[in-house]
């Protein structure tokens, strides 16, 4: 398996702007989960999905950030607009289960998507 | 979910072991301790989790005390390769989140 997909790797954009990032997770789990890493803040968990649900999005900062999961294996996280302050490395990660004793709930993490917002 | 609490850096010396501790005081019989490392511009990486039993995989080997207020994570021969951030996580068997915390930083040195 490929692991868990992400692009872009690096995006740098303008305050104002839209930013997209993607994400395809390891084909077959069914939780996917989006962080963000700051140097300030390390890192944290902004929202995670089962079975293309939302589940738990206390940790999406603003009503600037939303994020989708149309199929199993695609979702996405915008940012719109874009601010300086969003600048992060923003990591999607899957697991295969949670809640089950341990057993299935590793977290597989992304590459990551270095956002830079000017 | 418990609190952890980790040294913010360590050394070790290539070819020895390192051995990493953390402290989770507040654990809850429930709760499982895991750990993940970071190495610089890569996502997290699983290395190990455990209950109450000492584990051991290819990567390394997890001692659980027998109060479970405390573990360390032994990378039996460390090389320069292992070095990153290390984080110990420890959360419920039902829950559903990993707070990663701030880690320690181990460096292996040559």
């Known amino acids: 398996d490929a692991g868990v997909i992400q692009s872009p790797r690096h995006e740098v954009t303008e305050m104002g702007q839209e930013v997209t990032l993607r994400c395809k997770p390891i084909?077959?789990?069914?939780?996917l989960f989006w962080y963000r890493q700051t140097m300030m803040r390390g890192l944290e968990l902004l929202i995670y999905?089962?079975?293309?649900?939302?589940?738990?999005d206390s940790g999406m900062p603003e009503d600037r950030f939303s994020a989708k999961m149309p199929n199993a294996s695609f979702s996405t996280l915008k940012i719109q607009p874009s601010e300086p302050r969003d600048s992060a490395v923003y990591f999607c990660?899957?697991?295969?289960?949670?809640?089950?004793?341990?057993?299935?709930?590793?977290?597989?993490f992304g590459p990551g998507t270095r956002l830079l917002v000017l | 979910d418990a609190k952890t609490t980790q040294p913010p850096s360590m050394d070790c010396a290539e070819g020895r072991a390192a051995n990493l501790p953390c402290n989770h005081s507040?654990?809850?019989?429930?709760?499982?301790v895991y750990w993940y490392r970071q190495i610089h511009s890569q996502g997290p990486q699983y290395i190990i989790h455990?209950?109450?039993n000492n584990e051991t995989n290819e990567m390394a080997s997890l001692i659980i005390t027998e109060d479970r207020k405390s573990s360390t994570l032994i990378l039996p021969h460390a090389t320069l390769r292992d070095t990153a951030v290390y984080y110990c996580?420890?959360?419920?068997?039902?829950?559903?989140?990993?707070?990663f915390g701030t880690g320690t930083s181990l460096t292996v040195i040559p």
């Open positions: 990660a899957s697991s295969l289960r949670m809640g089950l004793a341990g057993v299935g709930e590793t977290q597989y």
């Open positions: 084909s077959g789990h069914d939780y």
């Open positions: 999905f089962n079975n293309n649900v939302p589940i738990d």
């Open positions: 507040t654990i809850s019989g429930n709760e499982y």
């Open positions: 455990g209950l109450k």
């Open positions: 996580i420890v959360r419920r068997t039902l829950g559903n989140q990993f707070y």
